[in-house]
């Protein structure tokens, strides 16, 4: 029989069964080790950031706390193959692996301290940011820097592997050259939904006025931003086309201000002309929420004579307005027949000369 020495000594493959169970035995104290390191340094940590005031570390325990067991796996692999004699092919893919676990999780940090930063300086500049716009600026943020970070991490991934990345970066170059070309118009409403995101001119429930459309900001995308118009269809307007456009925002529309004429017959006597800017007062204060500006004769029409009335709304909602102009219409026209005044319409008066 065989004695356990001469056994270990047997080989399998280039190694011997010694330096395979060694291996083993190295992967697994150092897999339990990490685990159990991990665990203690992470729960020493915390106690410690309990006793900051500072967010900024709980981010970073967060991330750290959040790490799989890939990559704990991974390191303990590579530390414990090192002593075998394994194929490049094995070996380059065992290497691949740990990089890959090391960047993923190095990457997941930085972007978290990044983007953590990043919001917390647009939350200095705008104080009433609410948690769904700081989710959206979020996402729009994490998409770049994630495109910037992989970036980084798969040339030094590659560079590690033995790749020359001098020529990829060229190759790369010329390639996002192209793409950028060819996505132009992508990139643009990507980057301007970023502006508006950070900007902030209009936000969802706005009513805003883009040209010949207006409508309710019902959903600002990456790429377009959707109305919802008045008479109920859905418009699609690019972010590329809302940056560059004159917007109309009366979200912050505190009062309206409304201009409007009434034209009187001509045969009206010069009395009740000069009553009329009483009457236009009165039922302007009679509508409720309005506040009257002027009233003046402005000019000698081609069949009136027309007054020029100025009133603000104190309200945004459209609703508002037409129920006031509505009731000083009907106060104007029951004012006008109690002083026996005419509204005028459109006459022509022919002078025949014998």
Known sequence: MENYADILTKSIGPNTIQSLLIAIITFIVVYIALTVFWKVLLKRLRIIAKK???KADDVVLDVLEGVGQLFYIAIALFVSVQSLA???AIGTIIKAVFLIAVVSEVIKLADRVIHYSLVKG???KHKSMSADEEAKISGVFSIFIKFGLWSIGGLLILSNLGFNVTSLIAGLGIGGLAISLALQNVLGDMFSSLSIAVDKPFQEGDF???GDNKGTVKHVGIKTTRLEALEGEEIVISNTELTT?????YRKLKK????FTVGVEYGTPTEKLKKIPGIIK???????????DRCHFVEFGDSNLNYEIVYYIESKEYIDYVDAQQKMNIS????FAKEGIEMAFPTQTIHVVK
């Open 52 to 54: 900051t005031k500072i």
């Open 86 to 88: 394994l194929s490049p």
């Open 122 to 124: 647009m939350q200095s």
């Open 208 to 210: 805003i006025v883009v």
């Open 245 to 249: 456009a004159r917007v109309q925002n």
């Open 256 to 259: 309206r201000r409304v201009v």
């Open 282 to 292: 009165q039922s302007i204060a009679n509508a409720g929420k309005t506040e009257f």
């Open 332 to 335: 104007i026209l029951d004012e």
